[in-house]
């Protein structure tokens, strides 16, 4: 990512502190050569998904990955605090790692900030930090995780599945 990496962790522990509005607010910030402050919704590159990097892609992975492990258990309604706690301790490490690595040019970039803001409000709610169940923050960071194979070229791209 192009913004320096003191003013991005700023905006992670926001994130992780505050609610998705504030976070979303920030992250418009960051980027105000593209648009309004109002997020703007996810969409392709002149009809293509946006191009990514090995660490953006290695952190999807794991994210996934983690997700897939913890899936069977969430369908159970056998996942615990405390192993909600962990996947979005694991979920906010590699958001970022990604923050930290990540090289984007800055219309993909923007577009990839739309899918970190949803994948750190699961891991918000899945801390217990919200009125929703954290069951509610499992199935945003799914629905992130989708987002980012829908708009994103990650060669191979599988949703976890449980």
Known sequence: MKTKFPVLLASLVLALSANVQAAESVDAHHHDGHGSASPQPLQLNAGQKWATDAPLRQAMIDINQAMAGALPLIHKNQFGDAAYQALATTISQKVAYTVEHCKLEPKADAMLHRVIADLMAG?????????????????????????????????GWSVARG
């Open 123 to 155: 891991a918000e709610t899945m801390e217990g930090k919200t009125a929703n169940s954290r069951h509610d923050g499992a199935v945003r960071v799914l629905e992130a995780l989708k987002a980012y194979g829908q708009y994103f070229d990650h060669p």
